[in-house]
Every structure is written in structure tokens, then in C-alpha cells.
């Protein structure tokens, strides 16, 4: 492994950190001053930082964490167990001169997530009744949540994904093509899953009024046709934590303008030229953790989308927080080539 692509120099701007961590698919950089291991920078780090809105052209040593856990080359052999321990995905080794050689990676070393939990009896909903009309014409086969990515259908996915983390209550809402997802998941013991039928399509947070009666507390809800790298009990107790009554997990997206854009004054005089400016936008993933209080807002056998609840509990002052991600940790295969790069990586 190429190390010197995790290492970032403690005055780069946290904007720097978040493209790099974006570049290499992980959760963590590690921070070196003069050739010597200063700190290392999280995903985590930057979530804090965003979530108090502060600026992200400051640099990384404001956020980095200057007593981080290291192991040295003869010690490497309890790194799974420390990573275990500590609840962390990435440790530096170092040699006697605090210079970092390696990084060890959880996933490389095993193939379960260092936040495997015991079960949990939070439960999951996936919705899984739409068309899925931007990846026609497969979905005029397949109905979307079997579209298999490398040779697993995407729903499968999901659901393996959450029960590294304890999650095995899942409800399926489905609707279009219904009666292939049942015959694919039919005398399939590996879930506990409950198939939920809509009558008619009602939308991403409608079709949550057909199991209202059998949800208690906080529960997930995911599209189905998204994965997201997120340890989903960390996620759980930031909600929990917070008192949401919604949490939106988010991705950090940075978009730059090809162009001159120009700030106008008075009387169409040019105020300000800002060329090729670059912004910071967070953006719903698909992933949400819910409380089963808001069910109320929902109107009955009507479609309703989760934008459309999120709106009326701002409304009637509930607490909607934001839980954000990198941008590498959020795939979507919404279209086609999205798809195809969910598949490049994940190496299928």
C-alpha cells in the first residue's frame, strides 16, 4: 500500500483533507510535521467541524487529534484487537523515530467492521416499491432493489451491510415487480424480514403508515438503492444522543463552477468577478433515522415523500439534525453511471 496518499501536513485546509479522504475511500489521514507523526484527522474530526458550521478552509490542526492511537511493528500483531477496543478503522505504525511506515486498515486485516454489535431490536425499513424509472430499461425486467451489484442484488446488500452492526428486523416496503422480491426472498432464514405491500405507490415516507403499529422508538429507514460506509451504531446513538426526532444522513458534496461567475451591484455595474468558484453542499443520502412519534405527521393512504415530513416536522418545530459523511462513503446506483461506479468501488 502506497502510504504517502494517507498523509496530509497540518496547515492544508480541512477542504484539502475532505478531497484526499474522498480520493482514498477511508475514514482516516494521517498528520505529519517535519517527516514525524503529528496527529491524525477522521472522518469523525470533520463531522464535528461541519456539524458547528465552521469554516473548512481552516486548516487541519485545529481538528486533528495529536494523541492518537499508534502500534509499533512488533506490536502488530494486536491491532485488530486494539482497533476492536478502540472502535477505530485505521492505526499508524510507527518506528522508534514516531515516523509512520504503514497503516493498518480493519478491513484488510478482517472481514467484519470493528462496530460489530450484538443484535439490536432497532428496526430496519427499506423502501423498495418504486418504478425505479432512471434505470430503465432494466427495471422493466427486474424491479430495482434486485439489480444486482457484482453478483448481489443490491437489497441484500443493505440488509448484510446493517447486520455487521447488530440490525436484523427489517421491513421491506414493496409495490412494483412485488411478487420477484417475494419469490426471492421466499424461505431465505438469513433476515428477519417482513415483506410490507402497497396497494398504490405512496411514496418514500407514505408507505411508513402500513407498519406504524409494529414500530416502537427509534427506527432506520434507507432507500434501496443506496449504500452507505457509516457505522450504524455510532449513527444510532448521535440521534439518540441529540434528541432528533429526525436524523438525515448527509454527504459532503464540492462543486466547482467552470466559469467567471459575476456579483452585480446597482444599475447592472459588475459588483465582483469570482472565477471558478467552488462550493460545499450537503446532500441527503437516502438514509434516515427516525422516531416513531412522527408517524403522526403522516397523511393516510396518500403519497407522501420523506422531504415532505421532514418539512412538516421543521414546521411544527421537531428537531431535524444532519449527520454528515464523506462523499466516498455514500454510493448510489440511482443511474447507470452510478451504478458501474458502485461496482469499480467495491472492487466487483
Not at 418504486?130 to 443490491?154: E, H, Q
Not at 431535524?320 to 462523499?327: E, I, L, Q, S, T
Request: glycine content about 6%.
Amino acid at each position: 500500500m502506497e502510504v504517502r496518499k494517507f498523509i496530509i501536513a497540518p496547515d492544508v485546509s480541512i477542504r484539502e483533507a475532505i478531497r484526499q479522504l474522498d480520493q482514498t475511500a477511508r475514514k482516516i489521514l494521517v498528520v505529519e510535521e517535519n517527516n514525524k507523526l503529528a496527529g491524525v484527522l477522521t472522518d469523525g474530526d470533520i463531522r464535528r467541524w461541519i456539524l458547528k458550521n465552521k469554516d473548512i478552509s481552516m486548516p487541519v490542526r485545529l481538528i486533528m487529534n495529536t494523541a492518537p492511537v499508534v502500534i509499533k511493528k512488533e506490536k502488530s500483531h494486536l491491532a485488530l484487537e486494539i482497533m476492536k477496543e478502540k472502535q477505530i478503522e485505521g492505526l499508524p505504525l510507527v518506528n522508534d523515530n514516531n515516523e509512520v511506515t504503514d497503516i493498518l486498515f480493519w478491513n484488510e486485516l478482517n472481514d467484519h467492521n470493528p462496530g460489530r454489535q450484538k443484535k439490536t431490536q432497532t428496526p430496519v425499513v427499506i423502501m423498495a416499491g418504486g418504478r425505479g424509472s432512471r434505470l430503465y430499461p432494466y427495471t422493466k425486467i427486474i424491479p430495482k432493489p434486485l439489480i444486482p451489484i457484482g453478483d448481489t442484488p443490491i437489497v441484500e446488500r443493505i440488509m448484510n451491510q446493517m447486520m455487521e452492526y447488530g440490525f436484523y428486523e427489517f421491513y421491506l416496503t414493496i409495490n412494483y415487480k412485488k411478487e420477484l422480491i417475494k419469490a426471492y426472498f421466499n424461505d431465505d432464514h438469513r433476515y428477519h424480514l417482513h415483506l410490507i405491500e402497497e396497494a398504490n405507490p405512496l411514496g418514500t415516507a407514505g408507505s411508513l403508515n402500513l407498519i406504524k403499529k409494529d414500530i416502537k422508538g427509534s427506527f432506520l429507514v434507507s432507500n434501496c438503492d443506496i449504500l452507505v460506509d457509516v457505522n450504524y451504531t455510532k449513527l444510532l446513538l448521535y440521534h439518540k444522543t441529540h434528541k432528533n426526532k429526525i436524523t438525515v444522513v448527509t454527504a459532503m458534496k464540492s462543486y466547482e463552477i467552470p466559469y467567471g461567475v459575476v456579483s452585480l451591484g446597482e444599475n447592472g455595474s459588475v459588483d465582483a468577478l469570482n472565477e471558478k468558484p467552488r462550493y460545499e453542499l450537503l446532500v441527503s443520502t437516502g438514509l434516515y433515522v427516525l422516531e416513531e412519534e412522527i408517524l403522526t405527521y403522516l397523511p393516510q393512504d396518500q403519497y407522501f415523500d420523506m422531504t415532505d415530513l421532514i418539512r412538516r416536522c421543521l414546521k411544527n418545530g421537531e428537531q431535524v439534525g444532519a449527520y454528515p459523511v464523506m462523499d466516498s462513503a455514500w454510493l448510489d446506483m440511482g443511474e447507470f453511471g452510478e451504478m458501474k461506479k458502485m461496482a469499480e468501488r467495491m472492487k466487483l
